[in-house]
Each structure stands twice: as C-alpha cells, then as structure tokens.
C-alpha cells in the first residue's frame, strides 16, 4: 500500500530507516522532509524497487540471471550516490533522489532509443532536436 508514511504516522516511526517495498511510500513530497527532521533515514522507495524493472527489462534481451544480477547491483550504488548528495547538498534523500533522477535524465535526454526489427535489438539514435 503506498501513502503510508504521511503526517498521522511519521510521530509513530520508532525506526532508524524506511526502506519499504510498498510504492509511493510518502504520501506527499515533503513527508521525506519530514522523516529527515526527525533522524530517520529514508531509501527512496522507487530505487530499491528497482531490480523487479531491471529484471524484466533483462528478460526483453533474452533472459541472462548473471547479467540481471550485475544488473540489479547498481541500485546499491545508486543509493549511496543519493545518500552522499543529501549530505554534500543538506536536503533529504527524497530530494536527493528526485535531483539524481532529473540530472540522470537531463544526461541523457538526447538519445532516445529504438527497437530495429531483425534481431538487432535496441539502437541509439542522438536526437538532435
């Protein structure tokens, strides 16, 4: 169930960490501020859910578990990288992983990829618009 993290319930969390598996934990953005207020550290729901999408996505390019895997190891890094803005930049981790996200997608906003039929898989096209 998302939502589950919202102004009646953040008073009750005797945790040090919400590192749920629900989606859209916070019921609103500046709930993350707030369990940053109150000493409680939270990984952002959309990145440690990740390896359900990896693993699919692996499977669009024949299924390979080892791959997957490696895969699905990179969401470790990408929350220390989250961790590590929110400290350089003293703003949540909700926030820290909102920016990640955006400058992730700002990097790679020109390309855009493209299924070629014939067993070539995806294919980068720059978008030069």
């Not at 993290?5 to 960490?17: A, E, M, N, S």
């Not at 729901?45 to 024949?62: K, P, T, W």
């Not at 220390?80 to 997608?105: C, G, K, M, Q």
Request: a positive charge.
């Amino acid at each position: 169930m998302g939502a589950g993290i919202r102004d009646d319930t953040i008073p009750y969390l005797k945790c040090r960490v919400v590192a749920g598996s629900a989606n859209n934990q916070l019921e609103r953005a500046e709930h993350g501020e707030a369990l940053a207020d109150a000493g409680i550290l939270y990984a952002p729901d959309y990145v440690i859910n990740a390896g359900g999408l990896i693993n699919v996505a692996d499977e669009l390019q024949g299924y390979n578990p080892e791959r997957a895997k490696a895969r699905i190891q990179s969401i470790y890094r990408t929350l220390r990288e989250i961790f590590h803005i929110a400290r350089d930049r003293h703003i949540s981790t909700a926030a820290a992983a909102d920016a990640f996200a955006e400058e992730r997608v700002g990097k790679i906003g020109r390309v855009r990829l493209y299924w070629v039929p014939g067993g070539r898989g995806w294919t980068k096209i720059w978008n030069r618009a």
